[in-house]
């Protein structure tokens, strides 16, 4: 019997001495999860859109002294610094990385490994990804170690994704949910042709199941979007107001789907210089100008799963201030080193700097639409704005400033043109919406004062007045044949394929020519207005 008592003591003992050891080890494991709900952890995003291909600084003519700003070696070396000061960091792209003399020779490869060295965390997929086609960029994508992001992309007739939709990175114990979209707009500025396998969905449904199955995993939800009106073409956008392009879609879509921490948006260029705050969702959207001349910054303070405070703004890349990033500086020299026996061949000169204007007619933008006239023997020639990319230079012009300035795998192509046809063109370049068509032959009076589709006052071509009946040849790039920029008039067309490069027209067009004179201008001529008569 005493055994039996003695038994029962230590199996009680035993029992309370569980209960009380369970009473320490329950409260110890809930306290540390309490504490991680009360701490404040701090995280940076760091973020790019539309680089397109800008590696060497760019001469900031707008400000005083004309300092230098960009180039991918400096940008590099501005967010190394970033990463050294704050603990935790994310670095993201929002597309159109492609585009340029080396994306073209390289078909993009050169971007990408840019993109490697520089140690981006993930990008969203751009139109200009596509320049070279969807195969291409399928290729590229799968090469480099970090996610690139299409939620919305879909092989044709299929629901099989064309990319990865989005990805969970985690640093530091915080865990980032990022999303990548591109957005309609953006599909009707791709290369049509290079475009034909996949197909793109509205983005709003697709994020917003894409937050739904991230946001239990994560602690932030960040979109990658490429998405809203095609940005003006052209570097000195952040001085001139009048060419800026909203944001409305990348509020749209932050209003639309609940719980985005983050939108980093692209495609429009437009640099917001302070974080803009949803009415409604408290989402912070952000963007640069482009070509690399800014650095997004974004600091949040980070409280559970909730952002409590932010501050941010696009710190200028100061060229002449930063030392390069030697790492991205020698894999830039090395691609320099390869494609200069091809580049660095002069072809002629220019006697004045020929440069872009997307809202407006330009020197280069009339200069190629000439080029495309002479050498097919057209009656007029269309230009789209955005085909023009970089200014060339007064004085020797070697094979890669023609490349810089058309970078494109546009062809020269002639089309059978109806006056009424050509008056369409005219008209949807008069809206602006893809900026001002360039063009060579023709006189056209316009006022943007009137309704768009009316704003057409009078057309001459060759000095004589058009005649809506009569059939004229057009010269134009394969693009706008195509019926990329929404130029659906030229689906409508009889045409004829040089299958010729227009740099390379460009270029044979220099060399012949040696010395190049600046095109007269005064083809798209603005109306006074009534104050102006008035005066």
Known sequence: MLQVIKLFHRRYLVIVLLVLLFAVIIPTAERPVARAEAIVREVTIIYTNDFHSAFDPIPAYWLPGSPKLGGAAYLSALANQIRRRDKTVFFFDTGDMFTGMLSNITRGEALMEMMMSMGYDAMAIGNHEFDYGSDNFEKQMNRV??????????????????????????????????????????????????????????????????????????????VLAHQGKTGPQQTDAEARPEVQRDFDEDIRLSGEVEGIDVFVGGHAHRGIEKPYVHPKT???????????????????????????????????????????????????????????????????????????????????????????????????????????????????????????????????????????????????????????????????????????????????????????????RVATNSFLAEGGDLYQTFLQTRQSNSHKNLSDVVIEYFQKNREIQPPVLGRLVAVKTAVQISR
């Open 282 to 472: 408290g989402t912070l959207i952000v963007q640069t100008y482009g070509y690399g001349t800014r650095l997004g910054y974004l600091k949040l303070k980070v409280k559970g799963r909730k952002v409590i405070s932010h501050e941010g703004e696009l710190l200028k890349v100061w060229s002449d201030k930063l030392s390069p990033d030697p790492v991205v500086a020698a894999k830039y020299e090395k691609y320099k080193q390869q494609v200069a026996p091809v580049i660095g061949q002069v072809v002629g000169s220019s006697k004045v700097r020929l440069v872009r204007d997307y809202r407006a007619e330009s020197l280069l933008g009339s200069f190629v639409a000439d080029v495309m006239r002479s050498e097919s023997g057209a009656d007029i020639a269309f230009e789209n704005a955005g085909g023009v990319r970089a200014d060339i230079p007064a004085g020797p012009v070697n094979k890669g400033n023609v490349l810089d300035a058309l970078p494109f795998l546009n062809t020269l192509v002639v089309c059978e043109m109806t006056g009424a046809q050509i008056r369409e063109v005219i008209e949807q370049g008069l809206t602006l919406e893809r900026g001002m068509i360039q063009v060579s032959g023709l006189k056209a009076v316009y006022d943007l004062n009137r309704p768009a589709g009316k704003r057409l006052v009078d057309l001459k071509i060759n000095g004589i007045q058009a005649d809506d009946g009569k059939v004229y």
């Open 145 to 222: 170690p970090f996610p690139v992001l299409g939620a919305n992309i879909f092989y044709k007739g299929t629901d099989h994704r064309y990319s990865r939709p989005y990805t969970i990175i985690e640093r530091n114990g915080l865990r980032l949910g990022v999303i990548g979209i591109i957005g309609l707009d953006a599909r009707s500025v791709a290369l049509p042709s290079g475009i034909t396998k996949i197909d793109f969905l509205d983005p709003i449904p697709v994020v917003r199941e894409a937050v739904r199955e991230l946001k239990p995993q994560v602690d932030l939800i960040v």
